[in-house]
């Protein structure tokens, strides 16, 4: 019985170390080791293109975009002779790029802030004959970013793009950038996502402790743009100033001509509750991120209430003095009919001048 027990915890162990032994379907290669004669930390020079800008979603805080990632650096065990070979430069582009970075030592940098998979991705890889290594990757995809609405629709938007090689630390990897990586680094003017044009692209390099709390290098591209405001002007502006424009007719109008006042300043303030609803629905963001027009709707609100009580106290309140100087009231309502309007047309201007600047 031992025997057959013994026998039985063989054949199970011999099929354990079979199954182990196979090659698991999916498994990630092992990385290339880093190349031999390189002083370290390796310099790896990178630019990046910012190619189109296709969408911007201000309360997803995400962007859709092309970008284009440019990487060199040097290894010197791909070196050949070119007059051997009779020609100074090897190119690959597509699968075949691909499989000539799957045999080599490749830095490994990843976008941090990409959440989700490539729409379209093509690479390029060109091999020098001194080693000189140039990887160059077209990514459309999807990234996280950061979007501060407090400006809108006068708003600038630094779309970053943080980089990093997550498998070596700044002992081992290091990016560089030199004048002619800043001079490839660009954002495309005429951008796809409407409303929007492209600025500048400006790259800086940071340090940061990642696992064992060992210092990384991390490369951030902030892309900004800016949105064309004069295609706002019209769609949030004019409803805004005509509904607040009732305060005006409480002020100079007659009672004979207007009737009751009070239904008028209400109709007039759940107009304005419809307005910043259809502001959130067509403009995501422009009322729930305390920006200009957020600011001129709640004023608007106290500023139709502070009329309509105005109105009331000159007509109906009993004040010190109303009885003894009867002109007093044509008095206050004369100055009070260019005063307040100018006043609110005032902090507005200046509301949407701040955020202009």
Known sequence: ????????????????????????????????????????????HVAVRILNVSRIAATEGEASMMVELTERWSNPALAFDPKVSGFGRIDTVGDEAVQTLSSMWTPGTEIENQITTARTEATSV???????????RRIDADFRVDIDMTSFPFDHQDLTLSMVSPRHAADEVIYVMNDLDREMSSIETDVSASNWTGKRLSVVMERYHGWNARPFVRVKAMAEVERAWQYYVLPLFVPFLAVTSVAVFILWARVSLI???????????????ALSFTY??????????????AVMVSLGYFYLIAVLLTDIVLIYADYPGKQRYPHLEPEIRAYIRLAIPAIFLLICLSVAFNALT
């Open 1 to 44: 019985m031992a025997l057959c027990a013994l026998k039985r915890l063989a054949c199970l162990l011999f099929i354990t170390l079979s199954l182990c032994s196979l090659p698991r379907a999916g498994a990630a290669a092992t990385p290339a080791p880093l190349p031999s004669g390189v002083f370290l930390p390796i310099q790896v």
């Open 280 to 293: 959130e629905s067509s403009f995501p963001g422009s009322i729930s991120m305390n920006s200009p027009i």
């Open 126 to 136: 060109s091999v020098r004959a001194d080693g000189t290594v140039t990887r160059i």
């Open 259 to 273: 009737g009751d006042k009070a239904p008028i300043t209400y109709s007039a303030l759940l107009a304005l509750a």
